[in-house]
């Protein structure tokens, strides 16, 4: 199956090995040497070097690609059931690829969710209909990626555990603010410096509140995230020129 799954935006399988006589499997994907999305977002890096507008942007947009493809192009359709920002890769020049599939399903033909006996998953990326039920959909990551989108504009965990009142969930505690747009740049990470375009800003996070409503219905799918987000394209995404290299 991995082998079969060929995009731009997703970590290439180079071979794999196993061994019958022993517990022993292996896999060798491609090397991506620029760190994950979360070490550049919440490690170190992200303290000393944070990313701009343009290339949270940039980042977004990759890994909704990778993504609308496991969803829309893949045959059969892949659910990948663990995205989050470790889980998104980053090249040199800061483009992005989805990897680990060790959690991924393959959708059954007909049916609307794969019923998993066992929930999987990282803790504040998993959609609520998952947690509770393990009914896990395709709208299901579109959930974990409205909490990466999140990730990119707020700047913070989604969960939080230094918050003077103890654990805080990111979804939760920014979707209030969302609903109101006099409120939103309430939302952007101080590490931007108020150095982001004002509208492409509100467009995103109206993106993002739309993938984590909590009822799956309510979520757009992937190919119309990869649309909303190739608009912005066509605007000024930073002051002097637009955005380059999207296509």
Not at 99 to 121: I, N, Q
């Amino acid at each position: 199956m991995l082998s079969r799954l060929n995009h731009r935006n997703l970590v290439k399988l180079v071979g794999y090995y196993s061994n019958r006589d022993s517990s022993q499997n292996l896999l060798c994907y491609e090397l991506v040497s620029n760190g994950s999305l979360e070490t550049w977002l919440h490690g170190p890096l992200g303290i000393n070097c944070p990313l701009d507008w343009d290339t949270r942007m940039t980042i977004a947009l990759d890994a909704a690609r990778g993504l609308s493809y496991l969803h829309e192009d893949s045959q059969p359709c892949v659910i990948h059931r663990d995205f989050k920002a470790s889980n998104i890769l980053l090249e040199n020049n800061f483009h992005a690829k989805v990897a680990d599939f060790g959690l991924a399903k393959l959708a059954p033909e007909g049916r609307a969710y794969y019923l998993s006996t066992r929930v999987m998953g990282t803790f504040g990326y998993v959609a609520p209909e998952y947690a509770m039920t393990g009914h896990l959909l395709v709208k299901s990551d579109v959930y974990s990626y409205g909490v990466v989108l999140l990730e990119l504009l707020i700047g913070r965990k989604p969960v939080d555990m230094s918050q003077p009142t103890g654990q805080e969930n990111l979804v939760t505690w920014a979707r209030p603010i969302l609903r109101d747009k006099e409120r939103l740049e309430e939302l952007a990470d101080p590490r931007l410096g108020g150095r982001y375009p004002k509208e492409n800003f509100v467009r995103v996070c109206t993106i993002a509140a739309a993938c984590v409503e909590p009822e799956a219905s309510q979520r757009p799918t992937m190919g119309e995230v990869v649309q909303s987000l190739a608009s912005q394209k066509t605007m000024i995404l930073h002051y002097g020129h637009p955005l380059q290299g999207l296509t």
